[in-house]
């Protein structure tokens, strides 16, 4: 009985102790020890050794508001922001040189300049003046119209016989169109008219200048040909000539058919807001052709010089002052007369 026992017992032993044996331990992770505890706790050595969860960091105010830390990263346009108005740029006026000899034949871009020359001979008596304004458009294309306002002149030019000079308002008119090609050479088309009698005409230019130095320009051919289209070709020069050619229609006394002009000018710089001028110029009447009855000249034309010189004074950047004296032509001594300048660009 004894010995059934023992049996029963070392049977047991043998297979049940891998039934109880416990299970293996995963290594430990390592952890960072424990502070040791403020003095007076209380907590004595109850807590030495044992691990320590980690601290976690509150969130972030802009993870809180579900956006990200990285600056550089896009982001929506706030409802302020998606609101304001987009202000489109404002045109920049380009800077216009104030020396003469250095500014380009076509105004630059966005600027206006509105300019009158009143200008006499001596005799016979006859003085005249427009206004003219002209615009960039591009730096390559410029508009210009042109009123010629007012003409005073001796009543015999007009009215052979008669004595005395008398004062008129002009009536003509004129638009023109200013293509520069290159920096040296531009185009100009005109068409001038007169209200009453109506006169129509056509001025065709081809405006060069060259730049020889900062000093030093060249330049012409700035008011090459006018020709009439219909009774005459209307003048901005002299109101006399428009008056003259108006008298001539209802006499049926012939007038010319136009001008041809060659003309040269030169520019010297003396100081950057003073300029000294000169200009020579041929002018060629055409005269009527095969006699016809056309209004105004004489058949076969004619041809006279004309000579000036002057200066042009420019206190501030958009302001010109001027003055020169000179003959319309050189084979009458009577032609010689001043003419003034004053322009004003905005």
Not at 68 to 77: E, G, Y
Not at 115 to 129: E, G, N, T, W
Not at 294 to 299: E, H, N
């Amino acid at each position: 009985m004894a010995l059934r026992r023992l049996l029963v017992v070392l049977a047991f032993a043998l297979v049940g102790t891998p039934l109880f044996a416990a299970p293996a331990k995963k290594p430990a992770t390592p952890v960072a020890p424990a502070k040791d505890p403020a003095p007076g706790s209380g907590s004595g050595d109850a807590g030495a050794g044992s691990a320590v969860e980690p601290i976690e960091e509150p969130p972030s105010a802009t993870e809180m508001n579900g956006t990200d830390d990285n600056p550089d990263a896009p982001h929506a346009l706030t409802t302020e922001e998606a609101k304001k108005p987009v202000v489109a740029a404002a045109p920049v006026k380009k800077v216009y040189p104030v020396e003469l000899a250095q500014r380009p034949i076509t105004l630059t871009q966005n600027l206006t300049e509105v300019s009158i020359a009143p200008h006499l001979q001596v005799k016979p008596f006859a003085m005249s003046d427009a206004v003219h304004a002209r615009y960039g458009i591009t730096d390559q294309i410029q508009i210009g119209v042109t009123y010629l306002y007012m003409g005073a002149y001796a009543s015999e030019l007009v009215f052979p016989g008669t004595t005395g000079n008398s004062f008129h308002s002009g009536k003509a008119f004129g638009f023109d169109v200013t293509y520069s090609i290159f920096d040296w050479l531009a185009v100009q088309v005109g068409v001038p008219f007169y209200v009453s009698p109506f006169a129509l005409g056509l001025q065709i230019a081809a405006p060069m200048k060259f730049h020889l130095s900062d000093k030093f320009a060249l330049g012409g051919l700035d008011d090459l040909l006018s020709i009439s289209l219909h009774n005459f070709a209307p003048s901005f020069y002299q109101e006399v000539d428009n008056a003259s050619a108006a008298q001539n229609l209802t006499t049926t006394t012939p007038n010319s058919h136009g001008h041809l002009r060659f003309s040269v000018y030169g520019i010297y710089q003396y100081t950057p807001n003073f300029a000294i001028m000169g200009r020579l110029g041929l002018d060629d009447d055409l005269g009527t052709s095969n006699g016809s009855n056309v209004p105004g000249g004489t058949l076969n034309g004619g041809t006279t010089v004309y000579l000036k010189a002057g200066f042009l004074y420019t206190p501030v950047h958009y302001l010109d002052v001027g003055l020169q004296l000179g003959f319309d032509s050189l084979n009458d001594g009577g032609s010689f007369g001043p003419q003034a300048f004053l322009a004003l660009r905005i």
